[in-house]
């Protein structure tokens, strides 16, 4: 198909990640305003939460209550249906650097990433685990070696995870507990660094998987976020489109819209904490798209 431009759709954030699309808005996590927002496909937004502990991953139960990733002290919230926040889950016994994205899936499981190691402050890149979340707030890990794990997708009883510094997409067969099994290259763009220096390693990723979002084909948008585009990646690594994102950065993207043709994604000039936290430069941009969302979330 022809390439299309970008629209914005809201402007004058922090640094926006984790959109989900929900009863026809996208809420989205602006990290630094230390806010949970749903924004109408015509820009205007409402607060839905303020989390001083910086928000991140995003997901809904079954009975609609919305759980919240709180990135520095390692807790997963729930939004009752009152607007308060109380406590789902305390992962700081099972991870020890900032929590990141998070799948939440249709029985209510919660699946989360974390950084792995002190990525603002330049520290050497370290593996970690993802963690799985029961309904009832009980946690446990269930994946470990993983390389910054990050967007997540769940097609049927398939968990793709982004490791971002692994420059791959990981799949993992979904067990009847929320366990996972038969890891395996789901897409895999470059080998993965052989240095633990940042710097080093991001100059060497071909793509740097950030959030993603799947569609009824069974390929899957990802925010490519050192080479400021979206891509559609079909199963075993070949790239079916690119969308540049105009120079910005792009960090996490998902289909939405009344006929879940909308490819929304989360920009800004950079993701370096330092940069972002003092301005308001970080913007929501939509595109449409030919196939319709699938998967989960």
Known sequence: MAQQDFDVVSDGWSYLECPRWHEGRLWVSDFYTERVVAIDPDGGHEVIAEVPQQPSGLGFLPDGRLLIVSMRDHRILRREDDGSLVEHADLSGLVGHHLNDMLVDA?????????????????????????????????????????????????DRVLVVAETFGARLTAFDVADDGGLARRRDWARFSPPPVTDDVGEALGGLAVAPDGMGGDAEGAIWVADALHQRVIRVAEGGTILEERPTGGLGVYACMLGGDDG????????????????????EAVLLATRVDVPHGGMP
Do not use: K, W
């Open 107 to 155: 029985r209510g499981g919660a699946y989360v990433g974390n950084f792995g190691f002190d990525l603002m402050s330049g520290a050497p890149i370290a593996r970690t685990s993802l963690t799985y979340v029961a309904p009832d707030g009980t946690a446990r890990a269930i994946a470990d070696d993983l390389l910054f794990p990050n967007g997540m997708v769940l097609f």
């Open 261 to 280: 043709q909308t490819l929304y994604a989360c920009a800004a000039p950079s993701f370096a904490e330092h940069e972002r936290r003092p301005v308001r």
